[in-house]
Each structure stands twice: as C-alpha cells, then as structure tokens.
C-alpha cells in the first residue's frame, strides 16, 4: 500500500494517514493480520515526526483498526473492516452538540460553558 502525506493539505498529516489506511482496509490492500510498518519505518519513510504516526497508530488502535502486539509490532485487526466505518469523531460531536444545547437552555452563555468544558478537560474527567 503506498502512503503519500500532502503538507499543503488542510487535514492534518495524522489524519490524513488515519483516513489512508481505513481506506487501504476498505479496499483489501490491507488485510486482517498484516503486519504494519513501525511507527520508525513509516515515519522515515514519509519524511514525518515519528509523533504524528504514533498518534494515528493510537487512534486507529482505540478504533480497532490495528492492533499492537507489543515487540512483534502493528497488524490489522481481524475485524478491522467493520471498523472502518465508525467515527468516533461524529459521535463525540453528536453528543457534545446535545449537551451543548442542553446547558444553553439552562441559560448558560457560551463563554460559561467553554469555561466549564476547559475545567472538566483540565480535571481530566
């Protein structure tokens, strides 16, 4: 599967390597199994931070995309294609969407409420 990062897109480069390889699964290039290049590897091999990939191996792991196995490295998950389509990023959205309009109807301004989301973020919670 061949990987192209463009730095001149507005996608940041961790997503745009997010969306590559969701599509890579879609399309069969990558199947379940299929041993990942290292964070190392594929961050010299795109001329990136090793960072920026560690951060998709991240989410695309939380989405059960690829799994880690320690030492042995990155694979595909087994089920990573019914995965592909989930978007965690919509649902957060979603749900931050209704809260948001729950709390406005309380009366809270908008400014309230980006103080109570920076407190509770800070908080960790």
């Known amino acids: 599967m061949d990987i192209r990062i463009d730095v001149g897109s507005e996608l940041p480069m961790f997503t745009q390597l997010i969306e590559q390889i969701k599509q890579g699964v879609l399309?069969?290039?990558?199947?379940p199994d299929d041993l990942m290049p290292s964070i190392r590897q594929l961050a010299n091999d795109l001329g990136v931070n090793?960072?920026?990939?560690?951060?998709?191996?991240k989410l695309l792991?939380?989405?059960?995309?690829i799994v880690a196995k320690g030492y042995k490295?990155?694979?595909v998950h087994p089920e990573a294609k019914d995965h592909?389509?989930?978007?965690?990023s919509d649902q957060a959205n979603s749900q931050l969407q209704e809260v948001i309009s729950s709390?406005?109807?309380t009366g809270l301004t908008d400014s309230e409420i980006r103080i109570?989301?920076?407190s509770v973020m800070k908080q960790g919670l």
């Open 27 to 31: 399309a069969g290039e990558l199947l």
């Open 50 to 57: 090793q960072n920026t990939i560690a951060k998709a191996y």
């Open 61 to 65: 792991e939380r989405d059960k995309i």
């Open 73 to 75: 490295g990155s694979f």
């Open 84 to 88: 592909c389509e989930v978007d965690f």
């Open 103 to 105: 709390l406005r109807e």
């Open 116 to 118: 109570a989301f920076s």
